[in-house]
């Protein structure tokens, strides 16, 4: 089964850049299928990996920025995939 998480951060003002090179330096204890790293307006940052696990299964997450860097809390989801078309 693969498995997607989504960790999804919005930075504070001005600090949309500095987000984006915080995530781009995270490690993983394990390493992933793939890994991909977005952006959006409002510095806004999105960080998907995939894993061949379980739904339930124990996988290394992203972890929360520095309270400072960040406007919330980090927003995580996981999905398993549906297939393909």
């Not at 998907?48 to 920025?65: F, N």
């Amino acid at each position: 089964m693969t498995v997607a998480l989504m960790w999804e951060a919005r930075a504070a003002a001005g600090r949309g850049e500095e987000l984006l090179d915080w995530v781009r330096c995270q490690s993983l204890a394990a390493q992933p299928l793939r890994r991909e790293t977005f952006r959006a307006p409002q510095d806004r940052v999105l960080v998907i990996t995939w894993w061949d696990a379980p739904y339930d299964a124990d996988l290394p997450e992203l972890p929360e920025p520095s309270a400072e860097l960040v406007t919330r809390q980090v927003h995580r989801w996981r999905f398993e995939s549906a297939g393909t078309g």
